[in-house]
């Protein structure tokens, strides 16, 4: 899975709290809506690629899971504060 320089910068944004107090600018700012939308629906594909790294690196500690998915939440709840549908992006399976 590959994600955009933007989607990657916002998301070393989010995982790390010090780049939160220490830039004035949010990264986020930077995401349209499709854009902020497509980057919470890879976040499950995000979390389980970490894990395979981590897991093949010999890394067996699941912390990523919890910083992850509160970035998850955190975009989640950027969505509805922007008014979106978080299946506006979403591809439907057949």
């Known amino acids: 899975m590959l994600l955009t320089e933007t989607e990657s910068k916002v ?3 989010l995982r790390n ?3 939160m107090f220490r830039e004035k600018y949010s990264p986020i700012n930077d995401l349209s809506n499709e854009d902020i939308v497509s980057l919470y629906n890879k976040m499950d594909e995000v979390i389980e ?3 395979n790294t ?3 690196l010999g890394n067996y500690d699941e912390m990523y899971v919890l910083e992850l998915s509160s970035v998850k939440n955190f975009l989640l709840k950027e969505i509805t504060k ?3 549908n978080t299946l506006m ?3 439907l399976d057949k």
């Open 49 to 51: 690629d970490e894990g």
């Open 17 to 19: 709290p010090f780049e």
């Open 54 to 56: 981590r897991r093949s």
């Open 11 to 13: 998301l070393r944004y």
């Open 89 to 91: 992006n979403k591809k």
């Open 82 to 84: 922007r008014g979106l």
